[in-house]
């Protein structure tokens, strides 16, 4: 299970220290958190492109759209109960649970139950192991 939210505390750590978009990115005053349910082994997350064809499992160009995510910003793999998370270049990067140090590009970093995943200005997915 994937849920989506607006991440307050993780949006004043990007503007404090300036990052890219910083001053085209603005807070949400209403962001409904979203639950997806995970299905297959390569999930992607981004915003949906009709004019470049995306469509990414996870889109994250729902309004209110953080316009710090990249449309095709990165992946999760899902291999028997390991879970990864690939930045796929994105402009802005990848950081998990509040570090500010962003995951290298193209680089699978393992994530467990539990762990935050932090993309665009904004944006906090949160990964959880349910049964459904």
Do not use: C
Not at 32 to 37: F, G, H, L, N, W
Not at 47 to 72: M, N, W
Not at 116 to 131: K, M, P
């Amino acid at each position: 299970m994937a849920t989506i939210s607006a991440d307050r505390e993780f949006y004043d750590r990007v503007i404090a220290r300036k990052g890219p978009d910083a001053d085209q990115v603005g807070f949400p005053p209403f962001y409904p958190e979203r639950r997806i349910i995970l299905r297959g082994n390569d999930i992607s997350v981004g915003k949906r492109s009709v004019s470049q064809g995306l469509t990414p499992d996870i889109d994250l160009g729902i309004a209110p759209a953080d316009v710090g995510v990249s449309r095709t910003h990165a992946v999760l793999h899902i291999d028997g109960d390991a879970l990864t998370v690939t930045d796929l270049g994105s402009t802005n990067g990848t950081s998990v649970n509040g570090s500010d140090d962003l995951i290298p590009a193209k680089v699978p970093v393992a994530l467990r139950s539990g762990d935050r995943i932090h993309l665009g200005g904004w944006t906090t997915i949160v990964f959880t192991r349910e049964q459904v």
